[in-house]
């Protein structure tokens, strides 16, 4: 027997009610009226059109202004819930509420368009239902005990929403259009339609709700995953009842949720245990075009929705010109979320009234489309006729209200921010660099001890892997002064010693619970069971919270999650590890607009840290370099470190000076791989109950060599090996621990001390047009006083490594040569 390959074949095995409903709650959305334009036109299917008047109310409730989409959803619970819902009757709701919500948000726009004409402001008109959508949610939100909602969204209605639903005065926006002094902006701030504010929201019953509009750059999806990793660490603060109380609401542009993967790896986080929120709620403002893109170029599914599928999400499109069915849609979807913990997806299929922005002429490419939009009212006054409602006492009085807020606009702050910071960042500053603010990074012998042995100890009963077991006896060896510290046990000490301080750490990355090098092992995993047993859990009874979390394989998510994190817990030590250095290449708009701009742009801080091995050992182009460059390039008025430790004490004192120092900025290391485990990189165990992170570490000669090489990282280790085997005219060697903040007076000193040196050579590993090169001799050349300058590195590339490993072994040798031999230049001279 085939397999029914339709609904009208399935129909002939159920009783005929029940095949009239069961074809409507699958397919019924198919025939919604959807478009308010009616330019998307319903589909024509043979599965439905069988059904006679006997169908009639299942086609009025699923072919409606709502489209219900939960039949993919593999949870029957969550099925019938969605069932349940739409076909019970719907509660009418406050209209002179919903009526007044769309006067405030189309007549804000018109008086925008007619004040500051020319000006881009990216208006909501055609989407106005947006606003009574996000007054219904967080309605729904405070009778479900919801205290903070953090919203993400790009800029098309982002005024609207800042005074209207996060309650921001309209004086304040319009501050921001009138002119401003350019010397106050100079080099810094950012265009309006990105900014964030915080304020409140006033629900139906009573409740007050904290808002906060996160900042958001251009590239439209970016915040999404920095929004779930605010919510996240907002949930972390208030315990077990942090689901409830935090809320997550992020909208989308139908063409970028279609078009942008970083929704795609967004959306992958939702039901992971290391980054799950509970569910958000995901509103897609749908103006079925994107700038001059129409649907049919830009999505190949039916809707930009589709993509929600892949979570079982319920997605509800609705008519953005019927308010009462848009708002019934947000309470479901609210309701779906606390119910379940899971995510909902509302689809608002409106219109532009404008261009992509109000500067731009969109008949040129849709001439057709906006000659219906040109002759369509505004849907206050649709929604007034349908509901009786005479709108225009209430429209004159919001011009009013308008009028007084632009008068006081002209005398207040043009620059004031619109957002206030919550109280757990009063300890913290950014800034320049200050040296008042260095602290004591080390750990007494018996406490490092003590930590090792915690670190090293299984629950009884425990079946530890015997590599395993191998390596936690080394490394209580390791605590204990009997070995050398490799830069693993140096990493679980820091960890260890800051948990029982009481700083949180939270770490992430592609296999980081063992680490790609095999060189961590967070998480032992016993043999018989596969229990976990996470010994940084278990370091004292009055510890701080650890989380180590494998992430999916994603860079732009996990990076702008834990970037969120970090925003949202200052006191914690956030780390995000690629897998591979240069891995970071796909969070790289995460990195340029939120990590290394955001206190330019915002005056917002950050602590993230970033590790990013980094070491050439023939691995081929992708194994190979971090892009230390890239970062450089980034670097500017002290809004990051660049570091590069050349030992497991330096990355100790590394790590607990990024958590206990209260400058906040965000830390880039540069890891190890092959010298994870090198002698030359370990250290003794003294090393770290005492001393601190040195951002230059002098050659340990009397300052008289003639020849002085610098360099970072792993070449180091290669040049003093080198340099053991010297019999006369050894150069000084001198490490560059910390490249950025640039370390001035260390590196000053040092090149004082050789007085007599004839030269001074940078050595890298990298090509030429790679590397800290051109940033470090720029700088260099200040400190010299008139002397050569000079620097050793491999030929110009445009791939950083060869994919020969023999190829790489002459490279070097040849590199360490004319290094310690006295020649400069690349490869060859150069």
């Not at 996470?534 to 860079?555: M, R, T, Y």
């Amino acid at each position: 027997m085939t397999e029914p390959q339709s609904v009208a074949e399935i129909a002939t095995l159920m009783p005929a009610q029940e095949r009239i409903w069961d074809a409507f709650r699958r397919w019924g959305y198919l025939q919604a009226r959807l478009d308010p334009l009616r330019d998307l036109q319903p589909l024509r299917l043979t599965d439905l059109d069988v059904f006679g008047p006997e169908a009639e109310e299942a086609r009025r409730i699923y072919c409606g202004s709502i489209g219900a989409e939960f039949m993919h959803i593999a949870d029957r619970e969550r099925r019938l819930w969605m069932q349940a819902r739409m076909e019970s009757p719907a509660i009418t709701p406050d209209r002179m509420r919903i009526l007044e919500w769309l006067v405030r948000a189309e007549v804000f726009e018109q008086v925008l368009q007619a004040r500051y004409p020319g000006t881009k402001r990216y208006s909501l008109e055609g989407e106005a239902a947006l606003i009574p959508l996000l007054a219904a949610i967080l309605d729904a939100a405070a009778e479900q005990g919801t205290q903070k909602t953090l919203l993400a969204m790009s800029h098309r209605g982002r005024l609207n929403v800042m005074v209207h639903t996060v309650g921001r005065a309209a004086a304040e926006v319009f501050a921001r259009f009138e002119d401003v002094d350019p010397r106050s902006v100079l080099g810094g701030g950012d265009v309006k339609y990105h900014l964030g504010a915080t304020g409140i929201f006033r629900a139906s019953n009573g409740t007050e709700i904290s808002m906060h509009l996160v900042s958001n750059p251009s590239h439209l999806e970016a915040v999404d995953p920095v929004v779930m990793g605010r919510t996240r660490a907002n949930q972390r603060r208030r315990g077990e009842n942090g689901l409830l109380e935090v809320l997550a609401i992020t909208l989308h542009g139908d063409a970028a949720f279609a078009g942008q993967g970083i929704c795609a790896e967004t959306l992958n986080l939702a039901n992971l245990s290391g980054y799950t929120v509970g569910g958000g709620i995901n509103i897609l403002v749908n103006n079925l075009i994107g700038f001059t893109t129409g649907p049919r170029e830009a999505v190949s599914s039916l809707f930009s929705a589709d993509l929600a599928k892949r979570i079982d999400a319920p997605i509800l499109h609705v008519n953005a010109e019927d308010p009462e069915a848009v708002v019934r849609a947000g309470r479901i979807a609210l309701d779906y979320r606390c119910a379940f913990h899971a995510p909902a997806v509302i689809d608002l299929i409106g219109y532009r009234r404008h261009g992509h922005s109000e500067v731009d002429d969109p008949t040129i490419t849709q001439p057709l489309r906006y000659r219906k939009i040109q002759a369509h009212p505004p849907l206050w006054k649709l929604y007034a006729e349908k509901i009786g409602a005479d709108a225009e006492p209430l429209v004159q009085r919001t011009r009013q209200d308008l009028d007084a807020a632009q008068r006081e606009a002209r005398e207040i702050e043009k620059r004031a921010p619109m957002r206030r910071l919550p109280r757990y960042w009063n300890s913290f500053r950014g800034g320049p660099y200050d040296a008042s603010l260095e602290v004591d990074t080390s750990i007494p012998r018996p406490a490092l001890e003590s930590i090792g042995e915690s670190l090293t100890r299984a629950p009884e009963g425990f079946h530890v892997h015997p590599k395993v077991k191998k390596l936690l006896e080394q490394r209580l060896e390791m605590a204990r002064g009997q070995r050398p510290l490799d830069y693993g046990m140096a990493e679980a000490l820091a960890i260890g010693s800051l948990l029982s301080q009481g700083v949180p750490v939270r770490m992430s990355g592609q296999d980081t619970r063992r680490g790609t090098f095999n060189q961590r092992h967070a998480a032992l995993i016993d043999t018989e069971t596969e229990r976990e047993y996470v010994p940084l859990e278990h370091i004292s009874p009055d510890q701080a919270w650890c989380e180590i979390c494998n992430s999916p394989l994603s860079e732009a998510a996990v990076l702008g999650f834990e970037y969120g994190f970090s925003r949202d817990y200052p006191e914690a030590l956030v780390l995000w590890e690629a897998q591979f250095g240069d891995f970071a290449n796909g969070a790289q708009i995460v990195i340029d607009q939120f990590i290394v701009a955001a206190e330019d742009k915002w005056d917002l801080l950050s602590g993230i840290v970033l590790l990013l091995p980094h070491g050439y050992e023939g691995q081929g182009p992708e194994h190979s370099s971090g892009r230390i460059e890239r970062y450089l390039e980034l670097a500017a008025r002290d809004n990051i470190q660049i570091c590069q430790p050349s030992t497991a004490a330096q990355y100790f004192h590394l790590l607990r000076r990024q958590a206990l120092r209260s400058w906040r900025k965000p830390l880039v290391v540069f890891t190890p791989k092959g010298m994870l485990r090198h002698p030359a990189a370990s250290s003794p165990v003294e090393q770290l109950s005492s001393g601190r992170f040195q951002t230059v570490i002098p050659d340990a000669g009397d300052g008289s060599a003639e020849r002085v090489l610098l360099c970072t990282g792993k070449v180091a280790h290669d040049l003093e090996a080198g340099r053991r085997r010297l019999s006369s005219g050894a150069p000084a060697i001198v490490r560059v621990e910390q490249l950025y903040p640039f370390p001035e007076a260390e590196l000053a000193a040092e090149m004082d001390r050789h007085s007599s040196a004839r030269e001074f050579v940078w050595v890298q590993e990298e090509p030429g047009n790679m590397g800290a090169r051109d940033f470090m001799v720029r700088e260099l050349e200040r400190l010299a006083r008139g002397r050569a300058i000079l620097s050793i590195n491999r030929s110009e590339s445009a791939s950083p490594s060869t994919g020969s490993h023999h190829a790489h072994e002459l490279e070097q040798k040849t590199l360490l040569a004319m290094a310690l031999g006295g020649k400069s230049g690349a490869m060859s001279a150069s």
